[in-house]
């Protein structure tokens, strides 16, 4: 599977040496004037402790619709299953002091569960080119 092209590789390691290695994993703003990338849900690597980091409710919304399975299919067929997919019995905080969210759904056959925090406004962030 490739996630990010060639040229968004060189072009994230040079920013990385930029602000010299500050950047957040798995965080970046998704930017509505760009084609969005896909994100396969499968390579996302969260939990409660490391949430996907955004900024805002407007990010969040980006960020589920962009959701992919590896074998092509959307991970929400829409914005609205992703947004009724958050597990509002779940609570946690991340050891940043931020909230996280848990939203589930199904690859294939397998269930998948991606925590979030859009509490992540004060970090640097990575605007990522379409891929």
Same mark, same amino acid.
Not at 22 to 35: G, M, S
Not at 74 to 81: N, V, W
């Given at each position: 599977?490739?996630?990010?092209?060639?040229?968004? %590789?060189?072009?994230?390691?040079?920013?990385? =040496?930029?602000?010299?290695?500050? &950047?957040? /994993?798995?965080?970046?703003? @998704?930017?509505?004037?760009?084609?969005?990338?896909?994100?396969?849900?499968?390579?996302?690597? %969260?939990?409660?402790?490391?949430?996907?980091? =955004?900024?805002?409710?407007?990010? &969040?919304? /980006?960020?589920?619709?962009? @959701?992919?399975?590896?074998?092509?299919?959307?991970?929400?067929?829409?914005?609205?299953?992703?947004?009724?997919?958050?597990?509002?019995?779940?609570?946690?905080?991340?050891?940043?002091?931020?909230?996280?969210?848990?939203?589930?759904?199904?690859?294939?056959?397998?269930?998948?569960?991606?925590?979030?925090?859009?509490?992540?406004?004060?970090?640097?962030?990575?605007?990522?080119?379409?891929?």
């Amino acid at each position: 599977m490739k996630l990010l092209s060639h040229w968004t %590789t060189i072009s994230v390691l040079m920013i990385v =040496l930029l602000v010299g290695g500050c &950047l957040e /994993r798995n965080a970046y703003v @998704l930017n509505p004037q760009k084609r969005s990338p896909k994100v396969f849900v499968e390579e996302l690597d %969260t939990s409660a402790d490391s949430p996907f980091e =955004l900024c805002g409710q407007d990010d &969040l919304a /980006r960020f589920l619709d962009i @959701l992919y399975c590896a074998n092509g299919n959307r991970f929400y067929k829409t914005l609205t299953d992703g947004l009724a997919a958050r597990d509002e019995t779940f609570s946690a905080t991340s050891p940043a002091g931020k909230n996280v969210m848990r939203f589930t759904g199904v690859c294939g056959v397998q269930e998948m569960e991606i925590f979030v925090t859009t509490e992540a406004c004060d970090i640097k962030y990575l605007n990522l080119p379409p891929g």
